[in-house]
């Protein structure tokens, strides 16, 4: 999946040029986790898999907006993914 908005800046600062200095120490490597799992899902239904995200999908005017509440990081993002073939 391709992520097609970040609001955060220093989150898009870490995604683009991999600067951590806009989040928290404590949150690196989660968020890290987080973002490499995201762009290497092939399936929405795999944000479902991890239990401790409780991802789901927005309705009305955010719909196709999936929001995940990371538990460790205490912190509730959303995102929207587009789906990009994969190349073997």
């Known amino acids: 999946m391709k992520i097609r908005n970040v609001v955060h800046r220093g989150l898009r ?23 490499t799992f995201l762009q290497e899902m092939e399936d929405d239904q795999e944000l479902r898999d991890v239990p401790n995200w409780k991802g789901h999908q927005l309705t009305g005017n955010r719909k ?25």
Request: charged share 25%; aromatic share 4%; with cysteine.
């Open 13 to 35: 600062r870490f995604i683009q040029h991999n600067d951590a200095s806009g989040l928290a120490p404590a949150v690196v490597e989660r968020v890290r986790n987080i973002l």
């Open 64 to 88: 196709g907006t999936w929001s995940l509440t990371d538990i460790t990081c205490r912190t509730m993002n959303t995102s929207r993914t587009e789906r990009t073939s994969r190349r073997s």
